[in-house]
Each structure stands twice: as C-alpha cells, then as structure tokens.
C-alpha cells in the first residue's frame, strides 16, 4: 500500500484486530506485526496501546455516521420510514460475515473500569453527534420534544447492537424499526 | 465463610473479578487469589477459564431476573406504568458506584469471536427467559402481538445498559422507560 502513510496502517491494523478480536486480546506485537512495522516504529507514532485504541474509534467515527446519513438520505416517504430505514440498514450490516456489533459499545464494555479512558470520550462524542443528528431531523419535522426522542432512538439503535451481539439474529433490528418508527409516528408535533 | 462451599467460593471471586475488570483481563491465578484457594483446588472445580465465566453467568440468571420481577410486582397502576418501573430499577441499579452495566452483555461484547462459547449460549438464554415473562405479561393484557411488543421491550432494556454504561448517565434509563411505557400503551388489544 505505497499511498498509505505509515501511521494509517498502523491504524487499519489496530482497527482490524481490535474489533476482530477485542481490545484486552490484542497485542502492540500483534498489530505491529499485522502493519508489517517495527514495534519501534509503533511507538514513534502511538506512545501506548491506549493511544491505539483511541485512534482505532476515532477512525470509526466519520464512517459510521456516513452509514446512518445515507440510509436516511436514500429512503423514501415520511419520517417514520426514513428513521426505520436506519434500522434496515444496520440489519443487512449485521448479517455481514464480518460483523460484529459496534465497535464504540463493544470498548465501553471491556474497559468498564476506565469510564474517562480516551477511547470512551471518543465512542461518547460519537453518539452524541448521532444523537444531536437525530434531534435536528425531529426539530424539522415540528416535533414537540425533539431530544427526548432522538434519545430514544439512540436506545433503540444501541439496544439493536447489544442484543444481536449476544444473540445473532438480525431480524432484532427490524423490531427496533418498528419500535421507532411507531414512537416518531406517535410523537407529538407543535402546531403549524 | 464456614458455611459457603468451595466451589461457590471460587465463582464469587470470579464473579466480582469479571464484573469489575473485564474477563480477559482477569487470571485464573487472580480468581484463585481471590478466593483463597490454591490453584489446584480452583482447577479441582473448574476445567478451565472458560468454565469459570459460564458459571459467573449462570449464577447471575436467576438474581438478575428476580429483580425484574420485583419491580414489577411492586409496581402500581397500569400495565405501561408497571413496564416503566422496570426502567426506573435498573436506573436505581446504575447510579450505585460499583454499577458497571450488564455482565451478560458485556461478556458477549468481549467474547464477540467466540458466539458459540458457554457463557454466550447462557447470556442468550437469560436475556430469552426476560423476553418471554414480557411476552406472557403482553399476553395477559389481551395484547394482539405479545411477542413483537415483549422484544421490543427487551431492545430498550439491553439499549438501556448499552447507552448508559457508554455515557454514565442514568436518565436514559428513564427515557428508555418512557419510550416502553408509549408502546405498551400504543400497542393495539385484542377485543375482549
């Protein structure tokens, strides 16, 4: 890969491994090794395995937003259906061979005991930004508690990855779908 | 501990040690340490690691739905409010200061390589046995699609400890107890 900056294959290897395997399982040799770098190299560029990991979600963060925004974008009909088409999407992406689950969740589960780690911070900006996108889109459309239910629809979008995480079956997201397609649906709107 | 045998020695110290810090963080030896039991006796009682995280698992089943169930018997008003006071427990259940979110969820979130291990096929089965006492609540309540409804819920729940164990702020879980109270109450009834 002639055109990649070290420090980004770095990076892709990090990314790789880490959500492949989990973050505690991982080693600097091993991504060091996947990158095809010296670990000296490694550490020129990342002072520690934490700095990878930052960098890992914070790699993830613009891509994964980009997913929702051209779900959104390419579905038709009125809000309700937009906003389940973010589900369908993230069930096509789950029965990928490759998935599994949402990489920003999945590092808030395993360092559980580090809430201010770096890594957290990023994966908390993440769905918050999902969050203030979601409310925008609410406002738009004249709904009388536009946060409060952006926040419902992070529930049920995180609730989508937790659960077919632990239980491989997709057809979940279409569930949650209906759930937030049924409570845009139900949200009171401000009078014109 | 005179009363306590052995065996549910070891798994309370596996228990705290994995809730606390992460499963692959924590080593057998640390288990045994905890324990106060040698090595050899761990592995007396235990075949290996991943023995010892399926039974951490397993002895949280029944306390974990147990706390569901209270909530709901002691609950008052209609079906939506008792729903709600679910989400009002778990939100109690996350501002202690040892709450580190979901143990089922979060060994699925680490573990993501391995969704035929032991501990998972566990995890999947409680979240199942939560999934069908709503359904059977639903049911009784003369609701036309008490299973939709009942994994529906289930979604806003594990969303619950997904979001709040990213953000540690407790009010989602309220929010997610306001976003399930609306569906119970939007979801259509057979006529009696």
Chains 1, 2 share one sequence.
Not at 36 to 59: C, I, M, P, Q
Not at 75 to 102: M, Q, T, V
Not at 171 to 188: F, I, Q, R
Request: with cysteine; glycine share 6%.
């Amino acid at each position: 890969m002639p055109s990649t900056s070290t420090r980004d294959r770095i990076i892709a290897a990090a990314a790789k491994l880490f959500y492949d395997e989990g973050i505690r399982r991982v080693s600097v040799d091993a991504i060091a090794g996947e990158a095809g770098v010296t670990k000296r190299t490694l550490y020129y560029h990342f002072e520690s395995k934490d700095d990878l990991v930052a960098a890992y979600l914070e790699g993830r963060d613009r891509p994964n937003f980009a997913w929702f925004q051209r779900w959104y974008a390419e579905a038709e009909g009125p809000l309700p259906e937009r906003i389940r088409a973010l589900f369908h999407g993230l069930s096509r992406a789950a029965r990928h061979e490759k998935w599994k689950g949402c990489g920003f969740l999945r590092t808030a589960a395993e360092l559980a005991n580090l809430p201010g780690h770096p890594a957290i911070v990023i994966g908390k900006a993440h769905k918050q930004r999902l969050e203030d996108w979601l409310c925008g889109l609410f406002e738009q459309d004249s709904i009388r508690e536009p946060r409060a239910l952006a926040r419902q629809m992070v529930l049920l979008i995180d609730g989508a990855f937790a659960v077919v995480l632990l239980n491989r079956d997709p057809s979940y997201m279409e569930t949650a779908g209906d759930a937030a397609a049924t409570l845009v649906e139900m949200a009171p709107r401000a009078i014109r």
